[in-house]
């Protein structure tokens, strides 16, 4: 990888996209720590550091924004909302016969799409934004309120200026995105949310010095941690082994073409492959099992200290992120998910209708109906694995850091397959815009 990047900067017109990628990310993080006004941003600090104790969808979201949510900075939603978005929009292309029309379409329907994915994404910024405005106003820590106008004209400008702040900052963000896959490399979209996710990793690194420090002033009580950080760093770079793995993983289903004359040319004959990804779905099904299961945690915390005991206590803390019924339907929904975004994906019908049009054939197996069982069967296996793998990459910090104690180590699996899948995926660009460029043509 380190090469790639190396010999991509040996390149004039790379090294301009490179760093006009890094002159993006300087803006985003820069825009990340500059507080929208009217809020108390030393309340807001302590306020924020008891939504990290209660992990809930804000301290999800403070995550992916890199920051800047606890900082209510100005690109505080971050890209959330464009991704959420896209799901929407890519869910409804399935659903919706018009949407389905248009993406077939070619590059002019994929224009239109994009076009409803951006405004649908300010259309949920807006709602967000709204959502964390009221949040903050309703909000105060030790008696001092997060929002400094709550009366009056005021509290109506300031609510105005800090909802309008939000949203145009998510807009930029999303405009940002743009503009790095237009003049930069990489997906500009996944270039910003990696961003996000290694700005949080300095955090992360003085924990590590919190449980060390705490071992050197009193061995007899932390002297575990002597072990345990260690062994946190040889899982951290196992677990990072075992995602490029998968991602570079496929199951390959055989296709033969068979021989036909064309006036005086023969065509066809030759033996190629259907590749299957076993991570086909990406980090999509963890995202959407957390969406749904960080609910009740965020419930529990908005109500505060008012269910202290009973079954509603139990409920909730069942459903945090260190209880056994959160982990166990973390699993299963990861499966289920994983397997709903395999359906949308692949069309086992769709695909043998094109190799019986095209001439081609699975050896062993007879065209139409049989072919399509014999895909789906196989579909079924490889999203089996990549969702198996899946769920451990999202419980394994889970479980590291319920038996050791040290959760504020663990890295989340959403996290940890954007780090690597993004990487992966800007590399490839990388090697392939300098083959393109490296190649002569058929002049020389």
């Known amino acids: 990888m380190f090469k790639t990047i190396k010999n991509a900067w040996a390149i004039p017109d790379l090294r301009k996209k490179i760093l006009f990628t890094l002159f993006i990310i300087f803006i985003s993080r820069l825009g990340a720590v500059v507080t929208v006004p009217f809020l108390n941003t030393t309340a807001l600090k302590g306020l924020m550091s008891q939504v990290y104790s209660a992990g809930t969808a804000l301290s999800y979201l403070d995550t992916l924004s890199g920051g800047a949510f606890a900082y209510a900075g100005l690109f505080a939603m971050g890209v959330t909302p464009y991704i959420n978005s896209s799901i929407v929009v890519e869910l409804l292309t399935v659903a919706i016969p018009a949407l389905e029309r248009m993406a077939k379409e070619g590059e002019e329907g994929r224009k239109r799409l994009g076009a409803i994915t951006r405004y649908v994404a300010v259309l949920l910024a807006l709602m967000q934004a709204i959502f964390y405005f009221f949040y903050l106003h309703n909000s105060s820590y030790q008696g001092t309120p997060i929002v400094k106008y709550n009366s009056g004209w005021q509290q109506v400008f300031a609510g105005f200026v800090i909802i309008l702040a939000f949203t145009a900052g998510s807009t930029l963000m999303m405009w940002l995105g743009e503009q790095i896959n237009q003049f930069g490399v990489g997906n500009g979209i996944s270039i910003l949310l990696f961003a996000g996710i290694v700005s949080r990793l300095p955090h992360i690194l003085n924990s590590i010095s919190i449980f060390w420090n705490a071992a050197n002033q009193d061995p007899a009580s932390y002297g575990k941690y002597y072990f345990l950080v ?34 005086r040319k023969m065509y066809g004959g030759q033996s190629t492959h259907i590749p299957i990804k076993v991570g ?30 009973g079954f509603w206590r139990s409920f909730f ?7 056994w019924i959160y982990c166990i339907l973390y699993f299963f929904l990861i499966i289920v998910f994983a397997y709903f975004y395999m359906s949308i994906q692949y069309n086992p019908i769709e695909m043998a209708n094109n190799l ?3 001439n081609g054939t699975i050896p062993g197996i007879r ?7 014999y895909i789906a069967k196989v579909l079924s296996k490889v999203t089996f694995v990549g969702a ?14 319920a038996a050791t104690g040290m959760r504020t180590l663990s890295i989340g699996g959403t996290s940890l397959l954007i780090l690597v899948g993004v990487a992966l995926e800007t590399v490839q660009q990388l090697e392939s815009q300098m083959m393109m460029r490296h190649y002569k043509g058929f002049l020389d």
């Not at 065209?367 to 069982?373: E, F, V």
């Open 356 to 358: 019986r049009q095209s």
């Open 280 to 309: 086909l779905s990406g980090v999509m099904p963890i995202i959407f099992a957390s969406s749904i299961l960080i609910i009740p945690s965020t419930i529990d915390f908005f109500l505060g200290d008012r269910v202290k005991t």
């Open 230 to 263: 260690p062994l946190f760093f040889v899982m951290f770079i196992v677990m990072m082994w075992v995602v490029v793995f998968m991602y570079d993983s496929e199951h390959r289903i055989p296709v033969q073409y068979a021989k036909r004359v064309v006036g």
């Open 367 to 373: 065209p139409g109906k049989p072919t399509s069982d």
């Open 388 to 401: 198996l793998f899946l769920a451990f990459i999202a419980l394994f910090p889970i479980i590291f850091g």
């Open 317 to 323: 803390d069942a459903f945090s992120t260190t209880g």
